[in-house]
């Protein structure tokens, strides 16, 4: 309040800092004091801690940089080469979110002298910190980066080979199917002109020469059998003497009838020509499989190259998860870069957090202390000035009230004495009524009777 009213104890401790208090001074120094929420004629009493917090106002100002740094920094290394355009814009609108959140918090705690005074800094250091890790993760990026993009770059090729080597399994050269197996259920490549075909109609072919075989064989077989039982009947020794020669017996004939019979009925002949068929379809389809099998295998790793060139590009796209993963295992390979790790972990926290931090180190200066002084004494004066203003409110509402009370009175006073004219003007006409009425009945009882006068009537009709 630049015309606040001062009882006289302020204005005796107000004068006798006003004569110790410094000229006021302009530069930066007082824009950086002015952006952190100081107080000028306060600090004017103390000329001494100016330079004091004109540092505080450089160290907000340098921690809002480094979070414009550090976000130009994530963002180049996120986006893979941003235009510098975009850099420079986010880095700015970052640096000043950093620099009004940190002013924000250093602000909110000059003056604090109390025992509350923690209790205040505590929760926006909390606040620092967590702004500090937002803060400290890309810069750690940056300095870890040829170690992450190595790490990365192994694995990258790692995953990139056993998922190639997983087409490979999932996807054999000889063409056998894998789609009944769970761990293939994704990596089947769909390459047609697998020779498994091939040696499925071999199997076919092969199987329906085998049943054609055995029809043969078993035919042969009896044939063999009943030309050998008709040869044993039609030989020498079981000639018949007919007529004076020797001839055939009748099983004989019978047996050779039989032969006769067999081997015309089963048509061998035509069976045989198919199994040779057969074996020719063989022969053409096994020397297919092993050409095919070879323009399978190229299709298959045709496929399966195109396939990992796929993955790897998509593996290049890392993100901020994968940097951060790849930034742990570095860290926790060995004990150096886990040391060096934590080590400019923590410094870039205190640095990001060094706002709050630097005031809770420097503690209460000689500013805070008259600044609280000053705060209490502005609200002390407020509180008089509410009070007065409440007291001079409230007596204008009484003064109110009793002008109302007493118009009230008069008003009330002014209608009872109309209602008392209104009923003596009443009374008098009511009177007056009577009056008349009782001449008009003593004129004529006068009139009816004039030697006997009405008792009480005579003294008022002779006046």
Excluded at 446 to 460: D, E, L, S, V
């Amino acid at each position: 309040m630049g015309t606040e009213r001062r009882t006289p104890r302020a204005r005796a401790e107000a004068g006798s800092t006003d004569r110790d208090a410094a000229p006021p001074r302009r530069g930066p120094g007082r824009l950086l004091r002015g952006q952190i929420g100081v107080h000028e004629p306060i600090l004017d009493r103390v000329p001494a801690e100016r330079v004091l917090y004109s540092r505080y106002g450089g160290i907000v100002l340098a921690t809002s940089l480094i979070g414009g740094v550090s976000v130009c920094l994530a963002l180049d290394s996120l986006l893979g080469g941003a235009p510098v355009w975009a850099l420079l814009v986010t880095g700015t609108i970052w640096t000043v979110f950093v620099f009004l959140v940190d002013s924000w918090l250093v602000s909110g705690t000059h003056g604090k002298v109390t025992g509350n005074r923690r209790r205040a800094l505590l929760p926006r250091f909390l606040l620092s910190l967590l702004l500090g890790l937002a803060l400290a993760e890309p810069l750690l990026f940056q300095v870890f980066a040829p170690e992450m993009d190595k790490y990365l770059a192994e694995d990258r090729e790692e995953t990139a080979q056993v998922y190639y080597r997983n087409l490979l399994r999932c996807n054999p050269a000889d063409g056998t199917s894998t789609e009944n197996r769970p761990d293939c259920a994704k990596a089947q490549l769909g390459v047609h002109g697998s020779p498994a075909t091939l040696r499925t109609q071999i199997s076919a072919v092969e199987e329906q020469l085998a049943k054609l075989s055995g029809h043969i064989n078993a035919v042969d077989k009896q044939q063999a059998k009943l030309e050998a039982t008709s040869n044993e009947l039609c030989s020498r020794k079981n000639y018949i003497y007919v007529n004076g020669g020797r001839d055939i017996t009748q099983q004989c004939r019978i047996a050779r009838e039989d032969a006769r019979i067999y081997r015309d009925g089963n048509n061998v002949d035509e069976d045989r020509t198919t199994a040779t068929s057969l074996r020719s379809r063989i022969d053409t389809l096994t020397s297919g499989v092993k050409p095919a099998t070879e323009e399978y295998r190229a299709k298959v790793l045709d496929a399966a190259q195109a396939k990992r060139e796929a993955k790897e590009r998509e593996l290049r796209a890392t993100g901020l998860l994968d940097r951060a993963e790849a930034l742990w295992a570095v860290m926790t390979s060995a004990f150096y870069p886990c040391f060096l790790g934590v080590v400019l972990h923590l410094l870039l926290l205190v640095l990001d957090s060094l706002p709050v931090l630097a005031k809770l180190m420097g503690g209460v200066t000689r500013y805070d202390r008259l600044l609280h002084r000053h705060l209490e004494s502005v609200e002390r004066m407020y509180e008089v000035e509410r009070r007065a203003v409440e007291d001079r409110h409230r007596e204008d509402l009484e003064h109110q009230l009793a002008v109302e009370r007493a118009r009230n009175a008069e008003d009330r006073e002014a209608v009872e004495h109309e209602l008392a004219r209104a009923r003596a003007r009443r009374e008098s006409e009511r009177r007056a009524l009577i009056d008349n009425l009782t001449a008009q009945l003593a004129g004529e009882d006068i009139t009816m009777a004039p030697t006997i006068p009405a008792p009480g009537f005579a003294g008022r009709g002779r006046g």
